[in-house]
């Protein structure tokens, strides 16, 4: 008879969800923490979100990763490279990030090139500690030099493409999927496209609004649901027909 296997601790199997040798960072949610290898966002690794719409979703995702990032690195800086708009600053404020370490680079004409190349330098700059790159265009081939550069110099990075992206080969050990939904229990559902490990049976659902904002929604749908209850009549009006009829029938009996 065969002699039997025996697995070793650093050994993965592809039926289960793969450690990381790598620095995990807290994505601020646990159920998104609990899908993801080694408990959170890859430190060291290219991170490939796809979204429809650039700009909506991406600071509610990874705004309380890189706000503890923030808090844990006070003299380092995120660079933004290629962003859609420039960043708010309140509504990054409630998000508890600090707008003055945030260092935005833009192309005077969106060129791709220009900003892959400032997405590198940033990569390889000992005072940022996270990169956030929008790069719809990019190919896999500049796509596996940024996942080479961000394992070399440990950096956290973020790569945002549009939805068609998902067709494509793709370096990077994690891609997502978001999709904008209007739900009470979240905004936001998250698919998980590739990981190290079995594939997700069902997507994610969070709710990445700020916490006040979703005290503040809260607040507002139990003000409604009692405003429609002092105005909602005790019996619907036809059974308040209903109802005097019986009683007149019953005067008259």
């Known amino acids: 008879m065969p002699a039997e296997l025996s697995w070793g601790p650093g050994v993965w199997r592809a039926g289960e969800l793969g450690g990381s040798r790598l620095q995990a960072l807290?994505?601020?949610?646990?159920?998104l923490n609990a899908v993801l290898p080694g408990g959170g966002w890859p430190q060291g690794a290219l991170v490939e979100v796809l979204q429809p719409q650039a700009g909506q979703h991406e600071w509610g995702l990874v705004g309380p990763a890189l706000a503890g990032l923030?808090?844990?690195?006070?003299g380092q800086l995120l660079v933004l490279t290629g962003a859609p708009c420039q960043p708010f600053g309140p509504a990054l404020g409630a998000r508890q990030l600090d707008m003055s370490r945030l260092l935005c680079v833009q192309s005077a004409q969106g060129d791709g090139p220009a900003l892959l190349?400032?997405?590198r330098e940033a990569?390889?700059?000992?005072d940022v500690?996270?990169?956030?790159?929008?790069?719809?265009d990019v190919r896999s081939a500049h796509l596996r030099r940024l996942q080479i550069a961000a394992h070399a110099h440990n950096k956290l990075l973020f790569v945002f493409r549009t939805p068609r992206a998902q067709q494509e080969s793709s370096p990077a050990p994690l891609r997502l999927l978001l999709?904008?939904?209007n739900q009470e229990g979240g905004n936001l559902r998250v698919h998980v496209l590739k990981r190290r490990g079995p594939p997700l049976s069902?997507?994610?659902?969070?709710?990445?609004r700020p916490a006040r904002l979703t005290a503040l929604l809260a607040a507002?749908?139990?003000?409604?649901?009692?405003k429609r209850e002092e105005t909602t009549p005790l019996f619907p009006q036809a059974n308040v027909h209903a109802l005097l009829d019986r009683i007149a029938h019953l005067d008259h009996h």
């Open 129 to 136: 500690a996270a990169v956030l790159a929008w790069l719809p």
């Open 123 to 126: 990569l390889q700059c000992a």
């Open 202 to 208: 069902a997507p994610l659902l969070l709710d990445t």
């Open 70 to 74: 923030q808090a844990a690195l006070p």
């Open 117 to 119: 190349w400032a997405t």
């Open 220 to 226: 507002s749908r139990e003000r409604a649901r009692l």
């Open 179 to 181: 999709e904008a939904v």
């Open 26 to 31: 807290d994505t601020g949610d646990a159920a």
